[in-house]
């Protein structure tokens, strides 16, 4: 049974960071894109930055490149999100997610969701 579990946020200032991990189970990670995706309070939800299955390759999207770094460590199947210069308008809940193509699909602009997600954890920057 495939299983995501996104921790690591909370309330931040805006400047501060935080880094966020999803352990995943049930699989591994040159099976499955993992993914993480966010939504603000009230908003869409927003694809952020994810990992591809094949190769590795991580992709950042345009609007938080420079302060989103995706990461991972196979041996401990996790996948990590650092956001550094955390802003207001990162405020919202984080999800991770994995399915065979939703990285490649998360790069050419599409959101078709995915199967399988985590609980979410949430990230609220504010002073």
């Known amino acids: 049974e495939v299983q995501l579990q996104a921790s690591g946020g909370g309330l931040v200032q805006p400047g501060g960071s935080l880094k966020l991990s999803c352990t995943a189970s049930?699989?591994?990670?040159?099976?499955?894109?993992i993914a993480w995706f966010r939504r603000a309070p009230g908003g869409r939800r927003e694809g952020v930055s994810c990992r591809v299955r094949t190769d590795g390759a991580t992709y950042v999207v345009d609007s938080v490149k420079g302060r989103f770094t995706i990461d991972s460590d196979d041996a401990k199947n996790t996948v990590y999100l650092q956001i550094n210069d955390l802003r207001p308008d990162d405020t919202g809940t984080y999800y991770c997610?994995?399915?065979?193509?939703?990285?490649?699909?998360?790069?050419?602009?599409?959101?078709?969701?995915?199967?399988?997600w985590g609980q979410g954890t949430l990230v609220t920057v504010s002073s």
């Open positions: 997610a994995a399915d065979r193509m939703v990285c490649q699909y998360m790069r050419v602009g599409a959101d078709l969701g995915a199967h399988h």
């Open positions: 049930g699989f591994t990670f040159d099976e499955l894109d």
